[in-house]
């Protein structure tokens, strides 16, 4: 409580107990779980291999942009925490449903299996990469806008974008380049530099939708103070 009220009244950031942050946290938590389930399948098209986790991925870190931008570290970083608890719940209930006694009529235990391993495999390199991508993500935005106050949005969005998906996408692909059957340098490479540009010029491509959001929520949120 002590430290909500804070962070409720230090300039540029709102108090994580109102009604949009836990909305945020739902949609970034979703949009975790939903990623790494699809990214259980490697994607191919023509020289681009990626997984099937760059359809909503990206947009886990215009949330996070749109939470550390208000809400500040701290209350970024709960929700990063957050997310990937559910994801090992999700891991575990996976688990769970592969040693339950499969009814006669069902056909698809092997590959059922398999998509459990590899998303337990995505768990450890989600975990390990979005952690530290999300984590630079909003220790960027937060230092940045400590010097330039309410100025200059979009170079706080960009500067963290860049330097958050970098971390990320080198850890996470690094570790789950295996679970998705990569396992040549060549098609590894191509698959993390080509993963960490689509992710940022989505985010770039996505900054007026990111500006939009967050102008409305610093509007509507009832403890946010500009930071002067």
């Not at 590899?118 to 952690?131: D, M, S």
Request: charge should be positive; aromatic fraction near 14%; glycine fraction near 8%.
């Amino acid at each position: 409580m002590t430290n909500q009220l804070e962070q409720a009244h230090r300039p540029g950031f709102a108090q994580v107990g109102s009604a949009y942050y836990p909305m945020l946290v739902a949609v970034f938590t979703a949009l975790v779980i939903i990623s790494n389930v699809t990214a259980t399948k490697g994607v191919e098209f023509g020289p681009i291999i990626t997984d099937g986790g760059f359809i909503v991925f990206p947009l886990t870190y215009v949330i996070g942009d749109v939470l550390s931008e208000v809400y500040g570290f701290k209350a970024a970083r709960r929700a990063i925490i957050l997310g990937f608890s559910m994801n090992a719940l999700a891991a575990l209930a996976f688990w769970a449903t592969i040693y339950l006694p499969a009814a006669d009529f069902y056909q698809n235990q092997a590959a059922f299996e398999n998509v459990v391993h590899a998303y337990t495999q995505l768990i450890v390199a989600g975990l390990a990469g979005f952690v530290v991508g999300q984590t630079i993500n909003a220790w960027v935005v937060v230092a940045i806008k400590e010097r330039t106050k309410e100025k200059h949005l979009w170079a706080r969005l960009v500067g963290s974008t860049f330097a958050g998906q970098l971390g990320d996408t080198l850890v996470f692909c690094a570790i789950a380049a295996g679970a998705i059957g990569i396992t040549s340098f060549r098609d590894f490479a191509v698959y993390a530099a080509l993963g960490w540009i689509y992710k940022t010029v989505v985010e770039v491509l996505l900054l007026p939708i990111t500006y939009r959001v967050i102008a409305v929520i610093k509007r509507r949120e009832p403890t946010y103070q500009p930071a002067l």
